[in-house]
């Protein structure tokens, strides 16, 4: 083999037919976004529908370690903290409370999953020792579904 025929490129890559490359229609694009759609409005309102519920859960969470922390308050110091004192004396000590021996909540005092203050009142409903609650979606008493009440004694 001459110097001559070893440089020479075959002639079939020379003449190779090219591919195309094609985009997407814009027919393509729409069907795409319409099935998008379409499965957006069927899965999107049940996936709201359970961050909802998740919230009543978080709160009644929160709701059981309160109650937890105001067990430990009584036993520290006799009693539970009064309506006045509220359940700030779960993370700051009363003036008047000699045996205080808190903080009895580890990461202070959470807000209920709608951004406000859980509701302290002693004594309780139903003749229990005090009540502690959440407003629901709404933060107003009553309410059913998102919005309903939700308390712990």
């Known amino acids: 083999m001459n110097t001559s025929q070893a440089n020479r490129r075959p002639t079939y890559a020379l003449h190779a ?3 195309r490359s094609r985009g997407f229609t814009l027919l393509e694009l729409l069907v795409v976004l319409l099935i998008i ?11 709201f529908g359970e961050v909802g519920k998740a919230k009543g859960q978080t709160a009644q969470a ?3 370690a309160l109650a937890d922390a105001m067990d430990l308050y009584r036993l520290a110091t006799g009693h539970f903290p009064s309506t006045e004192q509220g359940l700030k004396a779960l993370v700051e000590k009363p003036a008047d409370e000699p045996a205080w021996a808190g903080p009895y909540l580890v990461k202070g005092l959470p807000l209920d999953p709608w951004g406000r203050p859980y509701v302290y009142a002693r004594p309780g409903k139903d003749g229990h020792d005090y009540s502690l609650l ?3 979606a ?4 009553g309410g059913t579904g998102e919005d309903a009440d939700i308390s712990y004694f």
Not at 37 to 47: C, D, N
Not at 138 to 141: I, L, R, S, T
């Open 17 to 19: 037919p090219r591919v």
């Open 37 to 47: 759609a379409l499965l957006a409005g069927y899965v999107g309102p049940r996936l």
């Open 62 to 64: 929160q709701l059981k």
């Open 134 to 136: 959440s407003y629901g």
């Open 138 to 141: 709404d933060g107003k008493a």
